[in-house]
């Protein structure tokens, strides 16, 4: 009996020992991968397929840049995925939410310095691109934003000749000549002469019912980043959120509407539903916008990346007497939201 224990014990010390190892030797695998992984990423910086430039800038770089871009407009009106499509243009980069204005009257360098403000927006375009909004997280690309380093064609986070810059953060564009139009002025002037290449104006429209609901469903979510859950059965009943809302977008909607002619701006008007009914046409008439020739290859990219259909979510919000008023009566009348109505079905 004393002799089975003895051996049962052993039995059971080997099996620990052999445990013990096996966890060890996971652990380094582990350790050694994470740290072969990172080293991989900071290789990178270095080690790039053939025909793609180090993502370093260099003098030359900057002088073959034709055109900068920035954008203004609104939340929820689509255009960070079609700025995540410029991106991945081969010789576009496309920052997302870099807040250029708020960026350049915070820091002395941006706006002095061509070649600090346009590695800071290359920055940013890389690092959406691997980690960010553009990265591979699948909830992102559900969202539209697929178009990845891991994409052959896709050149999102890189270029293989720069001939276009730029930033995407169009709300607070909008929002910052609201509140500080002449400050914005100074800023933009001090731009146009600090690049020395023309200036080209992206304002992506949406049905401004839908942006507003949008909004607000994403503003009442429990689950970060994801819509709350009303349907037109069960609506969001929330009369003063709406009204705020709704006088926040107007107010953003009036401000793109003076800016562009206080400051005569090349800009170009691109509607979200456009865009998901006609992808190649309407990236085509934005490639010719801001300078860029479009390859077949590259549109064919943008068409299997768009959204299939209209997110149509004016029906799950409650809209008052009051806020359909002012909607009709002032909102739906401003140039670029003409075209829409709540019973449209766009």
């Not at 691109?129 to 997280?137: I, K, L, P, Y």
């Not at 979510?313 to 939201?337: G, Y």
């Amino acid at each position: 009996m004393d002799l089975v224990q003895g051996r049962m014990k052993s039995c059971l010390l080997s099996a620990l020992v052999l445990a013990g190892v096996g966890i060890l030797a996971a652990g380094y695998y582990l350790r050694v991968n994470t740290i072969e992984v990172k080293m991989s990423r900071k290789r990178m910086k270095y080690i790039l397929p053939n025909g793609i430039q180090s993502l370093v800038l260099t003098v030359k770089d900057v002088q073959d840049v034709q055109s900068f871009v920035f954008f203004v407009g609104y939340p929820r009106s689509g255009h960070s995925v079609l700025a995540s499509m410029m991106d991945a243009h081969p010789n576009a980069i496309l920052a997302h939410e870099f807040n250029l204005f708020p960026k350049l009257d915070s820091n002395h360098s941006l706006r002095s310095d061509r070649m600090s403000l346009y590695k800071a927006l290359y920055k940013n375009s890389y690092k959406q691109s691997t980690q960010g909004w553009r990265s591979m997280n699948p909830a992102f690309q559900s969202k539209g934003y697929g178009l990845t380093l891991n994409n052959s064609l896709s050149w999102q986070g890189r270029y293989r000749r720069l001939r276009v810059i730029g930033d995407k953060s169009g709300g607070i564009t909008a929002r910052l000549y609201r509140s500080h139009g002449r400050r914005f002025t100074t800023l933009y002037k001090q731009l146009s002469e600090l690049v020395k290449v023309p200036i080209k104006v992206i304002h992506v429209v949406r049905n401004p019912y839908d942006m507003l609901a949008t909004r607000l469903l994403y503003k009442f979510s429990d689950v970060k980043r994801e819509k709350a859950h009303y349907t037109p059965y069960h609506p969001l009943n929330n009369p003063s959120n709406v009204t705020k809302a709704m006088m926040s977008l107007y107010s953003e909607a009036e401000a793109v509407l003076n800016m562009t002619k206080a400051l005569q701006l090349d800009i170009l008007e691109v509607h979200n539903v456009d865009f998901i009914r006609n992808p190649k046409e309407e990236m085509g008439n934005v490639c010719k916008f801001i300078g860029l020739q479009c390859s077949s290859g590259y549109l064919n990219m943008v068409a299997r990346s768009t959204f299939n259909d209209l997110s149509i979510t004016r029906r799950s919000v409650l809209w008052s007497d009051e806020a359909r008023h002012f909607m009709k009566t002032k909102m739906l009348l401003l140039p670029f939201f003409k075209r829409y109505s709540y019973e449209s079905s766009y």
